[in-house]
């Protein structure tokens, strides 16, 4: 079964408090799942970081695998041994 | 500090929760003035030492200093709300209730030159406005009495609970 | 006219003379406010082809419609000079009370020219304008001169723009500060001084009325309720300084003079860090729901007592970029900073240009003697003293400190035109303004977004970082879409300066940002506030005349292709390591989406502005002068 750790920035790392989970995926699961998991996982998260319903990320959150790449699908799959940052970045000040 | 004595509601802020933003004198002057014009509102923030902010309004005082302080009789309490109201024709801005006041809460209109006071929006369904638009909640409509209870519960679950 | 007063006022320093300028409606609706009107103020006043700290550079400033009503975050100005550390616009933003106490005096704007012979400070009681004696203002930090000028005029609602001792040396980072927030950047502290004004004083008692007080109240109601939800909820808890972990872990946090992309000691460093070790008191600007600023103070240590507000910005440039690991003396070296009154990004970054060249061995610890290491000390990265040192001697001129005040560009040129070295190669500035907390190797449209900025190296002008943050296209390379987004996003950018709202609002009107999302919001604000007819089209356009006049007026102080550059090692040096490691912005990708840029500006390949196109956007005169 693929295996996925997701890092918390932010939000999430003081929702939590915890830098980072990792998430036992079934066969063929996909992001959307990760963010099904960490609801269920993390009440808390719902609201500021997960949508209401436990669906969707909620803006501007987003996922970053691996620092290289966002996930704009959530449907889709992630590779076994992924870190999915789980992250906002805003600039300014 | 001076403290309220009174039985009546007025509205308070939490200085931990105030960020100083101002919009209470912004909704406040529009109201009463239909201008926005910091000056003219009858809630008033401060800041000091950079990092103290707060703000005040009338206090309703029992028995109020500015309405002993009223050489011309134009300042009377409502016995039911503790509001202080103004006579705008006996009033001629003369400022002793502004001394009197230990909360500066009362100004001078610099136009009318009469007195200005909180009056917690008596007239409006919806109460205070500075109340509603507070972003941050630290607004309220309160008693001395009510605030006590909730010092005393904070104090109990500071020293037992130890948070 | 609802929203403005329709008047500008004019101070000549040399004379002491004051005069009134009215202004047309039609001239605001097409600069507006904010950066734009201060840009356009300053193309209008300037003796053109000045040395930026003679009599002949005109400070300007110019409110935005919303200042003195309850339009969240709308508590912003504008203020523009020609730059000395770059030559071209100037143009900073500052929010808070400023503003909104001009607005109330009665003024659109301020012009102030030529140079007083004695420090004097200008103050503005409504319609009066008085010269008053600023010696006894000398060597006040900025936090005390206002503090000091409110105790001597005898009221508390007087608000002052000062200036901190930096500026009185013409220190060239030098910033303007009120009521604690700065116009930070492009060096405007040292135009003030130049002219030896210590302070712009206001005091304005008049209401704001607008065109519909109704709607507006609806409208500005929504936001702030809006204000309070996940939308703002990373600038209320941590504010900016969120973006230390994530930007180390991206690989673009700038460390050690951007020789690196990943600073080991980040967490020690992180908003969340400084959150449960020094925060205080969120507070914020006047006129925003928001609140934003973490005031932190330093409780032990050599430093302890100090205090100011952290954003992520001025810590990089103080903390990892100089390899300071202890949150302390970051804190430390921003209160000198603020209560100063300089630039901490650009003096954080200066700073990081002298101690990689000390540890190149071409500054030497003899070169950094001063009153308090007698003997010099040696600058390593890491060495946190030597940062609070120097901020310390920059602020006054102290020794090596004299040299490090001219920034950068200039004093990587002195080094080297001295020495015969190529210390510039590690000077990290475009145009002469330092670079921002994000290292372009690993933004690739960000590097084209702060090359063609028209101040230099500035992460406000642009949000050409969040596409490739986001990930709309990859932040790694380059394609043809990246000319079209720089200017997507630097003309966004320049809508939210030019009003001027906070763009930490910008998802507050529907829940998105984009375009689609604000604008039309955006409209009804203005339309409730002036009684004018915008809709989405016109607000755009506020965007991109905004940029124009900031671009003709850099044509017209001699601005060519070759002034759209990026440091040399984001060109030249792979980042090391981390997600961003082996990558830099090569020659060619760099002039390819220049390239691709100007063609989507509607410039020639030279990057110069068309007469047709300046006359399509209403800029005739400007036309005349620059068009081509």
């Excluded at chain 2, 007025?10 to 009463?32: A, H, M, N, R």
Aim: charged letters at 25%.
């Amino acid at each position: 079964m693929p295996k996925v750790v997701v890092e918390f920035y932010g939000t999430a790392r003081q929702v939590t408090g915890q830098k980072e989970v990792t998430i036992e995926l079934k066969e063929g699961g996909t992001f959307r799942d990760v963010v099904r998991a960490l609801a269920a996982r993390y009440p808390k998260l719902v609201g500021d970081v997960i949508q209401p319903g436990g669906e969707e990320l909620q803006m501007p959150n987003m996922f970053n695998v691996n620092a290289r790449r966002v996930v704009h699908d959530l449907d889709t799959q992630p590779q076994d041994g992924d870190r999915i940052l789980l992250m906002f970045v805003t600039a300014g000040g | 500090m001076p403290t309220s004595t009174s039985k009546y509601q007025y509205i308070t802020c939490d200085p931990t929760k105030c960020v100083g933003c101002q919009l209470c004198e912004y909704i406040c002057s529009y109201v009463k003035t239909g201008e926005f014009n910091t000056y003219r509102s009858r809630i008033r923030t401060v800041r000091a030492e950079e990092i103290l902010i707060t703000a005040v309004a009338c206090r309703t005082c029992e028995d109020a200093p500015c309405v002993i302080a009223c050489p011309r009789d134009a300042l009377s309490q409502d016995p039911n709300t503790g509001i202080i109201h103004v006579d705008a024709n006996r009033c001629d801005g003369c400022a002793w209730c502004v001394e009197a006041c230990d909360f500066g809460a009362i100004s001078i209109n610099p136009e009318t030159k009469t007195a200005e006071i909180c009056d917690m929006c008596e007239d409006l369904e919806d109460g205070p406005q500075c109340v509603k638009w507070c972003p941050k909640e630290a607004l309220e409509l309160t008693t001395p009495d009510r605030r006590a209870q909730r010092s005393r519960r904070k104090l109990a679950v500071e020293e037992v609970l130890g948070r | 006219m609802y929203g403005y007063s329709g008047k500008i006022l004019h101070v000549d320093l040399t004379t002491r003379k004051t005069w009134v300028e009215s202004k047309p409606e039609e001239w605001y609706k097409i600069y507006i406010g904010g950066v734009s009107m201060a840009s356009r103020l300053c193309w209008e006043n300037i003796e053109v082809g000045c040395d930026p700290l003679s009599p002949g550079n005109p400070i300007c400033i110019a409110n935005g419609m919303f200042a003195g009503t309850p339009v969240p975050v709308g508590g912003k100005y504008g203020l523009a000079s020609k730059s000395p550390l770059t030559g071209f616009i100037g143009d900073s933003l500052s929010s808070s009370w400023f503003t909104i106490a001009l607005k109330r005096a009665g003024w659109d704007g301020i012009v102030i020219h030529g140079a007083s012979d004695d420090w004097v400070y200008v103050f503005i009681d409504d319609d009066r304008v008085e010269f008053r004696d600023a010696s006894q203002l000398l060597g006040l930090g900025t936090f005390q001169t206002e503090e000091t000028i409110r105790e001597e005029l005898g009221d508390d609602q007087v608000r002052s723009a000062t200036i901190g001792p930096a500026g009185e040396k013409l220190v060239r980072v030098a910033s303007v500060t009120n009521d604690s927030r700065q116009a930070g950047r492009t060096g405007h502290g040292a135009v003030w001084g130049s002219k030896k004004l210590k302070a712009l004083s206001v005091r304005g008692t008049h209401g704001v009325s607008v065109a519909d007080p109704d709607a507006l109240l609806q409208l500005s109601y929504d936001i702030t309720q809006a204000a309070q939800g996940p939308h703002t909820q990373k600038y209320r808890i941590l504010g900016t300084m969120a973006n230390v972990l994530n930007l180390n872990r991206l690989g673009i946090l700038p460390t050690r003079n951007y020789q690196q992309g990943v600073f080991e000691y980040a967490e020690l460093i992180s908003g969340e860090y400084l959150h449960e070790h020094y925060h205080v008191k969120t507070i914020a600007c006047a006129q925003c729901p928001i609140a934003c600023e973490q005031m932190s103070q330093v409780k032990d240590g050599p430093y302890a007592g100090a205090m100011t507000g952290i954003d992520y910005e001025p810590l990089y440039a103080v903390g990892s970029n100089c390899g300071v690991k202890d949150l302390r003396a970051a804190i430390k070296t921003i209160d000198i900073c603020d209560r100063g009154g300089m630039d901490a990004m650009s003096t954080g970054v200066t700073i990081s240009w002298a101690m990689e060249t000390f540890e190149r061995g071409i500054f030497t610890k003899e070169d950094f003697k001063c009153a308090k290491y007698p003997e010099g000390f040696e600058p390593n990265f890491g060495n946190a003293e030597a940062v609070v040192t120097l901020a310390e001697m920059i602020r006054d001129r102290e020794g090596i400190g004299d040299l490090l005040a001219e920034g950068s560009k200039r004093a990587s040129a002195q080094v080297d035109a001295e020495r015969g070295t190529e210390t510039w190669k590690w000077a990290m500035h475009i145009k002469g303004l330092e670079t921002p907390g994000y290292d372009a190797r690993g933004l690739k449209t960000f590097a084209l977004g702060l090359a063609v900025g028209t101040r230099g190296a500035c992460h406000n002008r642009t949000a050409a970082y969040d596409p490739d943050i986001k990930g709309e296209v990859d932040r790694f390379s380059v394609d043809e879409t990246r000319g079209k987004l720089a200017k997507s996003t630097e003309e966004y950018a320049a809508v939210y300066d030019t009003l001027p709202l906070c763009k930490f609002i910008r998802r507050c009107f529907t829940g998105k940002a984009d375009r689609a999302g604000a604008w039309p919001a955006i409209a009804k604000l203005i339309n409730a506030t002036t009684g004018w007819d915008f809709d989405y089209d016109a607000v755009d356009l506020i965007g991109e005349r905004a940029f124009t006049i900031k671009k003709a007026f850099n044509i017209r102080e001699g601005w060519t292709r070759e002034d759209d550059h990026l440091p040399w090692r984001w060109m030249h040096e792979p980042m090391k390591e981390g997600p961003s490691a082996g990558y830099v912005v090569s020659e060619e990708e760099l002039e390819y989406m220049k390239d691709l840029y100007y063609e989507a500006k509607g410039w020639t390949k030279d990057g110069l502005i068309p007469k047709e196109k300046l006359i399509a956007l209403g800029m005739d005169d400007v036309a005349e002068e620059i068009g081509v």
